[in-house]
């Protein structure tokens, strides 16, 4: 292997981390729109998810989603603080990282099984 090779090698998996870092992003803060919409009390989970989601689209990090998700809580009376939030969105985190991780097993196990038909 030359280093042309390692190059582009590394390339990929740069690419490969970058996107599921952004998968696990995405499918925290779907958990989060979910945890918030129970708290609240909203029936249309559906519209809210997509609302978060669109927020979480508008800027990079999670500044935008953190100031969204308090604003809806304090709204609606809940006494959550942002400190609270951020330790959710921490645990939301490990939660979508360990589902991602979960379903990549099962993928991989799937295929190894039927290798050999």
Known sequence: ??????RRLLEDRYILDFERSLETRSRRNCLLAQWVCSLIGRNDRDAYVAEVM???RSAPGDEVILRKVLKDLQDAGEDVDGATLQK?????????????????????GHGKLHQGF
């Open 1 to 6: 292997m030359d280093c042309e090779d390692r």
């Open 54 to 56: 669109d927020a979480g």
């Open 88 to 108: 959710e969105m921490h645990e939301l985190m490990f939660m979508a990282a360990e589902d991602m991780a979960r379903e990549s097993a099962k993928t991989e």
